[in-house]
């Protein structure tokens, strides 16, 4: 509710100031943090200023990324590389959602007179960045082995998670970000023969991708895949993207090569 509160209560305050301001205090993009918080001290009424110090700085960043921080990025010079920009890029943060971040929580440790401390935030940010690009490297690792583990002919069982209740059962593929009693409250954990037909990278998407032909659907009749949209039956191909996939989900039949 807090959160919804402080949504409500910036998207005000960006067009209806705190206080009068002059023409070019409207007009004014600041140039640096300092600037940052004068200028977010003219926008913010005491009240918004109250809820904001009544939150967790992580709460109050995240929940403003989309209002108060979208409206940095856009008016702000962020996103146009004015000089507000090139001064986060002189301090090594590249990327107008992280500028925004910072300023966000840069704001509230100001509100609460606590020390901003913008070189340990900017190096705490660097090394969450390069944990992330590590985590993705790994994931991608991992993607690849399995795509390498698979041959054309191979006699893949998945299993899908399908929609009760319906006619032709709607194919979920079991990701690694789903809480599986949930899922199961909702849906049969069904699987599906296939063999492998192609595989490789989908030239748009980037993503890694298996063509694969079914082979059995578990007594159903039909089934409508997820990806491609469709209704199918035994004989027809479809492509199943991996990345996401919990691949403990999938039990290779065929003979080891």
Known sequence: MRHILLFLLTQLSIFAYAQEPTRQELKYKPKNLEECMSKLDLMLTEADKDTIRSMDEHDFA??????????????????????????????????????????????????????????????????????????????????????????????????????????????????????????LQRYNLTPLTTSVVNKGIDSETQQFELTLKLLNLAGNEKIRLWYPYNKSKVGDVFDLRLNGIDFSSIKNTSNKR
Do not use: C
Request: proline share 2%; aromatic share 14%.
């Open 62 to 183: 995240t929940s403003q990324h989309f209002s108060l921080g979208l409206h940095m990025r856009n008016y702000w010079g962020l996103w146009g590389k004015k000089e507000l920009f090139y001064y986060f890029d002189s301090l090594g943060v590249t990327h107008p959602d992280n500028m925004s971040g910072l300023i966000l929580v840069s704001y509230h440790r100001y509100l609460t007179e606590r020390k901003i401390d913008l070189e340990g935030q900017i190096h705490e940010l660097n090394a969450s960045i390069r944990d992330y690009e590590q985590k993705i490297e790994e994931y991608q690792n991992e993607i690849r082995e399995q795509m390498d583990s698979y041959a054309i002919g191979d006699t893949l069982i998945i299993d899908f998670y399908l929609q009760k209740d319906m006619k032709y059962p709607q194919t979920h593929s079991v990701q690694h970000s789903q809480d599986p009693e949930d899922m």
